[in-house]
Antibody, heavy 121, light 107 residues
Framework: QVQLQESGPGQVKPSQTLSLTCTVS??????????WTWIRQPAGKGLEWIGR???????NFKPSLRGRATMSVDTSKNQFSLRLTSLTVEDTAVYYC?????????????WGRGTLVTVTS | DIQMTQSPSSLSASVGDRVTITCRAS??????LNWYQQNAGKAPRLLIY???SLPSGVPSRFSGSGSGTEFSLTISGLQPEDFASYYC?????????FGQGTKLEIK
């Protein structure tokens, strides 16, 4: 049974940097069949894809976030991480880590439970 | 980014009903369309991938169809656990985008 678990601060101040970690169990973050992904959801709203990282180190980000978001993978700890800088209240959301897999078609088939991040002074 | 538009935004139905949710893409995405179910307070769950393929473990009352710019998710014979929110997502182009969601409520 593959499980993903997000961890990080529940509250961050505006202009500060958010660091979130996703710990994977039951699968390896070095598995090249997966892209490791972050998705967020503001309260009462829809899902927003933030970006993804492949075990090779290749990354893709939502264009509107590029420059503020970075990701990394630590295969020794079986974790991957998101760093988001220059936070505003608009970054308040539940943040999900997810695993994206596929061959010709790609989809998110692994999800963490999500962690609420509130940006407030 | 490719814009994904779902309709309706909300829907009321009864147990046993057949319902259809529509998703429209702002450009041709072939069959690069996935559907997710999200219960309140929970993480989304993959329901359909590649427009019409069911992952193992998803009940056969769920079906997906469409290609290009028009897609639909149909639930035949609603069960109590199906009352949730549903999201489409395009996987044609990274940066991925989701529809705004459809909330399915009990009538």
């Amino acid at each position: 049974q593959v499980q993903l678990q997000e961890s990080g601060p529940g509250q961050v101040k505006p202009s500060q940097t958010l660091s979130l970690t996703c710990t994977v169990s039951g699968a390896s973050t070095s598995n090249g069949d997966y892209y490791w992904t972050w998705i967020r959801q503001p309260a009462g709203k829809g899902l927003e894809w933030i970006g993804r990282i492949h075990p090779s180190g290749s990354t893709n980000f939502k264009p509107s976030l590029r420059g503020r978001a970075t990701m990394s993978v630590d295969t020794s700890k079986n974790q991957f991480s998101l760093r988001l800088t220059s936070l505003t209240v608009e970054d308040t959301a539940v943040y999900y880590c997810a695993g994206e897999m596929g061959r010709t078609h790609w989809y998110f088939d692994l999800w963490g439970r999500g962690t609420l991040v509130t940006v407030t002074s | 980014d490719i814009q994904m538009t779902q309709s309706p935004s909300s829907l009321s139905a009864s147990v046993g009903d057949r319902v259809t949710i529509t998703c429209r893409a702002s450009m041709n995405i072939g069959k690069y369309l996935n559907w997710y179910q999200q219960n309140a307070g929970k993480a989304p769950r993959l329901l359909i991938y590649a427009a019409s393929s069911l992952p193992s473990g998803v009940p056969s009352r769920f079906s997906g169809s469409g290609s290009g710019t028009e897609f639909s998710l149909t639930i035949s014979g609603l069960q109590p656990e199906d009352f949730a929110s549903y999201y489409c997502q395009q996987s044609f182009s990274v940066s991925y985008t989701f529809g705004q969601g459809t909330k399915l409520e009990i009538k």
